[in-house]
C-alpha cells in the first residue's frame, strides 16, 4: 500500500511528466534520500518508470505505465470492485491498469479463480497461492501484453464464469462504451455476449470520449464501477437506463 507521499509523487508527476529528485524533495519537504527510496518502491509497483535524476509517467498501452496515471481513483474503484466477488467464484478480468490492480485486490481473498486475457495482469498474481489462474491463449500484442484473434475467442467458448470485468478507453451516448485497440475490442464484445454479469471498470475521465471502436452499448452491461467525480449528467444517464451504477 502507498503512504500519502507516495501518492503525492503520483499527482506531482501527473502535471509534470518528467520530474526531478531535487523538485519533488522540495515540494514535498523531504530528504533526496527519502524521495529515492519512494521512486524505487513506485517502481517496483510498476507505477513510474525511473530515468536519470528523476522519474516520469508514460501514458502509454503499456500497463505498467498506466498505472500510475489516476492510482488513487483506479485503487479506490478496484477495492470497491472487488466487494462484488465472493469467495469460491470464477471471473474474468479483461485487461485495463484499473483492472490490473482489482487483480491484486482480488488475490487477497479465497479460492477465487481468475480468467484473464492479460499477460500482465496473470503476473500480478504469480505470489498469491488462494489464487488460481487462467490465462487464455491466443495472439501476444506486446504492448498492451494483452491476447487476442481466434484462439482467444475459442478459449472463451470452453469456459464459464461469474462475472466479467472490461476496461473501456471511451464512452459517450452516442458511441457506446469504445477501445482504442480493434483487436482488444473483438476480445471484449465477445466476453460481453458470453457473460451473465458484465461490468465496466474505469476511472472518470475515460466517460465522455470517444475512442476508435465500440464493444458495447448500456443494454449489454449490467453494472458500472468509477469513481465519485463522475460528471452528474451520466449519474442521469445510467440510472434512467437501469445500469448498477457503483461510485468510489
Same mark, same amino acid.
Given at each position: 500500500?502507498? &503512504?500519502n507521499?507516495q501518492?503525492?509523487?503520483?499527482?506531482?508527476? #501527473?502535471?509534470n511528466? @518528467?520530474?526531478?529528485?531535487?523538485?519533488l524533495?522540495?515540494?514535498?519537504s523531504?530528504s *533526496?534520500?527519502t524521495?529515492?527510496?519512494? @521512486?524505487?518502491? @513506485?517502481? +517496483?509497483?510498476?507505477?513510474?518508470?525511473?530515468?536519470?535524476?528523476?522519474?516520469?509517467? #508514460?501514458?502509454?498501452?503499456?500497463?505498467?505505465n498506466?498505472?500510475?496515471?489516476?492510482y488513487?481513483?483506479?485503487?479506490r474503484?478496484?477495492?470497491?470492485a =472487488?466487494?462484488?466477488? &465472493?469467495d469460491?467464484? $470464477?471471473?474474468l478480468? #479483461? *485487461?485495463?491498469?484499473?483492472?490490473a490492480?482489482?487483480a491484486r485486490e482480488?488475490?487477497k481473498?479465497?479460492?477465487?479463480?481468475i480468467? $484473464?486475457?492479460?499477460?500482465?495482469?496473470?503476473?500480478q498474481l504469480?505470489? +498469491?497461492?488462494k489464487?488460481?489462474?487462467?490465462?487464455?491463449?491466443?495472439?501476444y500484442q506486446? =504492448?498492451?501484453?494483452?491476447?487476442?484473434? /481466434?484462439?482467444?475467442? =475459442?478459449?472463451l467458448?470452453?469456459?464459464?464464469?461469474?462475472?466479467?470485468f472490461?476496461?473501456i478507453?471511451?464512452y459517450?451516448?452516442?458511441?457506446?462504451? $469504445?477501445?482504442?485497440?480493434?483487436?482488444?475490442a473483438?476480445i471484449? +464484445?465477445?466476453?460481453? /455476449?458470453?457473460? *451473465?454479469?458484465?461490468?465496466?471498470? *474505469?476511472d472518470?475521465t475515460?466517460?465522455? /470520449? $470517444?475512442e476508435l471502436?465500440?464493444?458495447?452499448?448500456?443494454?449489454?452491461?449490467?453494472?458500472?464501477a468509477?469513481?465519485?467525480?463522475l460528471?452528474?449528467?451520466y449519474l442521469? #444517464?445510467?440510472? /434512467?437506463?437501469?445500469i448498477?451504477?457503483?461510485?468510489a
Amino acid at each position: 500500500m502507498l &503512504n500519502n507521499r507516495q501518492v503525492n509523487i503520483l499527482k506531482l508527476l #501527473e502535471v509534470n511528466n @518528467l520530474t526531478s529528485v531535487n523538485e519533488l524533495s522540495v515540494r514535498l519537504s523531504v530528504s *533526496s534520500a527519502t524521495i529515492r527510496q519512494d @521512486l524505487s518502491f @513506485l517502481e +517496483s509497483e510498476g507505477l513510474i518508470k525511473r530515468v536519470h535524476g528523476g522519474a516520469v509517467l #508514460e501514458d502509454a498501452e503499456d500497463l505498467s505505465n498506466r498505472l500510475g496515471f489516476n492510482y488513487d481513483k483506479k485503487l479506490r474503484i478496484a477495492r470497491m470492485a =472487488a466487494g462484488l466477488v &465472493n469467495d469460491g467464484e $470464477t471471473i474474468l478480468i #479483461e *485487461s485495463g491498469s484499473t483492472n490490473a490492480l482489482l487483480a491484486r485486490e482480488l488475490a487477497k481473498k479465497k479460492n477465487i479463480t481468475i480468467i $484473464t486475457t492479460n499477460v500482465y495482469i496473470a503476473r500480478q498474481l504469480r505470489k +498469491s497461492e488462494k489464487t488460481g489462474v487462467i490465462l487464455l491463449g491466443g495472439i501476444y500484442q506486446p =504492448a498492451s501484453e494483452s491476447l487476442v484473434g /481466434k484462439i482467444t475467442r =475459442a478459449s472463451l467458448d470452453q469456459i464459464n464464469f461469474d462475472k466479467a470485468f472490461i476496461g473501456i478507453d471511451g464512452y459517450t451516448a452516442e458511441t457506446g462504451f $469504445t477501445l482504442r485497440d480493434l483487436f482488444r475490442a473483438e476480445i471484449s +464484445s465477445y466476453i460481453i /455476449k458470453k457473460a *451473465s454479469d458484465a461490468i465496466i471498470i *474505469s476511472d472518470s475521465t475515460k466517460f465522455g /470520449k $470517444t475512442e476508435l471502436t465500440n464493444i458495447c452499448y448500456l443494454p449489454d452491461i449490467n453494472r458500472i464501477a468509477t469513481d465519485n467525480e463522475l460528471d452528474a449528467s451520466y449519474l442521469t #444517464e445510467f440510472r /434512467k437506463a437501469g445500469i448498477d451504477l457503483m461510485l468510489a
